[in-house]
């Protein structure tokens, strides 16, 4: 049987798939990265779009009922059965999301002046040692890789050295080339340290390395100069893998499929590295010089990231493959820096603390302070630490995908036209926002849904429990769902419909 066409509008991108295949698979083969908080179960109701030419089977589900009036079906649960003209509208998409990327000068850090790096050693993972040895004659006549660690012994005493057969290749032709001087990179761990690459003579350019962030949502990639300890560059984006839906449970079923983790991995390198070339842009920095990755993220993203099956985390008694990842190689896992560099992942405390939280805690001083201190990640998902020099205790709960815009009316990610902050005011209740890009609003992010929980709250209209209050307002009305406060009307939002939170909203 012929293959179907189907044009994704208005990106006028064009796939051809078996017919029966899912649109939703359709719509990620032409790289169109549709929101799908369910992971496609066809109840979430975010995989949203309008066919306008040709025939599919299914498309239904949890589709709200306004959108449906409108002619719009479910991607996930449609069936591709001719050739097709697909809308895919920006607000179904997971393009543009904001990524808070650095405190943006509003937090507490910078209001109290508080520099959390402050009486950190630099001790950098990689590092460049200038060596130069004395010729080898007859009667001197050690090999050129025992001459040169006799040297870099010299320089880091009490290590063990490892080199790969690739770089001892090269290493006489480059000895003799530099008239016995040469440049050595090594990428240090647990008193080892790897022999990354060899130049003649003296090289006095930097050594970078990069620190890796692998959210479930977002994925932020800091290019860092070793020697100087600086930040040179930074990117986030969305996780690619979001597609495949907004939490880790939706991930590790997706993983369990046939081809699933393959692809979540390929995904989730394909984000890091298209960063990468970013920061490496900005920074007029090569790939080669980038000889380490450090690499952070919670038990399942950092299984997905080195391509270990998560199956178990979720699985009673949910036990994860490992806590404390070997380094591997860059080119074993194809990420786009250095081929010989390392990739260090941070360890994991259980199946659902990870390395981020680890990490989180580290540079927050948590091990270091008297004080009795609770660290709160709030991610998709979150988690806590308590503690202080002399214990700390750790749980996590699924946070997302609430804040994600998943199970709420107007749910949606930080992209252009989300509402981030609200303010009520006067007799009538007056609405004020301000939303992600300065758009016309679309819909609510997890900073606007706190914000206007706050808000709503503090004006009345919710007493302590989330339920709404009698207020002679005609914001206040009562929806499909129950009760509902308009925060921007039709005539001013995005997309021609009330943005509204409701009380079932508050409740999830
Ligand atoms: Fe389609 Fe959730 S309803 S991905």
């Known amino acids: ?37 369910c992971g496609g179960q066809g109840t979430c109701g975010k995989c949203t779009v309008k066919v306008i030419e040709g025939n599919v089977s299914g498309g239904m589900g949890n589709i709200p009922a306004k959108l449906k009036e409108q002619g719009f079906i479910l991607a996930c649960t449609a069936k591709v059965e001719g050739n097709l003209k697909v809308e895919v509208p920006a607000e179904f998409r ?34 460049k040692i200038y060596l130069e040895m004395t010729p080898p004659s007859l009667v001197e006549n050690a090999s ?28 006489p032709e480059i000895l003799r080339a530099g008239e016995w001087g040469v440049t050595v990179t090594v990428v240090l761990q647990d008193q080892t340290a790897e022999i990354i690459s060899l130049t003649p003579g003296k090289d006095e350019s930097p050594v970078y390395g990069i620190a890796v962030d692998v959210g479930t949502t977002t994925v932020v990639v800091a290019l860092v100069d070793l020697i100087t300890g600086k930040i040179v560059a930074r990117e986030g984006t969305y996780n690619k893998q979001a597609g495949f839906g907004d939490d880790v449970i939706t991930r590790i079923i997706y ?43 919670n038990t399942t993203m950092t299984h997905l990231f ?38 260090l992942n941070f360890p994991s405390v259980a199946s659902y603390v990870g390395g981020d939280i680890v990490s989180g805690a580290l540079v927050a001083g948590l091990d270091q302070s008297d004080e009795l201190v609770l660290f709160i990640d709030i991610g998709t998902n979150g988690e806590m630490v308590l503690g202080n020099k002399e214990w700390l205790m750790t749980c996590a709960c699924s946070a997302g995908p609430a804040f994600e815009g998943g199970g709420i009316t107007n749910g949606m990610r930080a992209m252009a036209g989300a509402i981030e902050r609200i303010q ?33 709250r503090r004006a009345g209209i919710i007493d302590r429990t989330g339920k709404m209050q009698e207020i002679a307002s005609s914001r206040l ?11 921007a009307w039709a005539s001013e939002s995005g997309n021609k419909q009330d943005i509204v939170i409701t009380e079932s909203d508050i409740k999830n």
């Open 1 to 37: 049987m012929n293959n179907y066409s189907v044009v994704l509008l208005p990106d006028k991108k064009t796939v051809e798939v078996k017919p029966g295949t899912g649109l939703l698979e359709a719509i990620q083969k032409a790289g169109i990265p549709l929101k799908s908080t």
């Open 144 to 171: 050129d890789y025992s001459r040169l660690i006799t040297e870099l012994k010299k320089h880091l005493p009490k290590t063990k050295f490892a080199i790969s057969n690739e770089v001892l290749q090269d290493l």
């Open 306 to 343: 080195l391509g270990i099956n998560p199956k178990y985390i979720r699985l009673e008694p949910y036990i994860p493959a490992a806590s404390d990842y070997p380094p591997v190689k860059a080119k074993e896992l194809d990420l786009k820096i250095n081929p010989r560099g390392e990739v």
């Open 94 to 127: 997971l393009h543009e999301h904001q990524v808070l990327l650095d405190d943006d000068g509003q937090g507490v850090l910078k209001e109290r002046k508080l520099d959390l790096l402050q009486g950190f050693a630099q001790t950098p993972p990689a590092q």
């Open 255 to 297: 993983a369990v499929e046939e081809q699933g983790l393959g692809e979540l991995q390929r995904l989730v390198l394909e984000t890091v590295n298209e960063l990468l070339d970013k920061v490496q842009k900005e920074a007029s920095v090569k790939s080669e010089e980038i000889v380490v990755a450090v690499v952070s993220g």
């Open 477 to 487: 009305r009562t929806g499909s769902d129950g009760p509902e406060f308009v925060l």
């Open 424 to 456: 009520i005011s006067g007799e009538s209740f007056e609405v004020q926002y301000q939303t992600v890009g300065n758009a016309p609003p679309v819909g609510i992010c997890g900073s606007g849904l706190i914000d206007c929980l706050a808000k709503l």
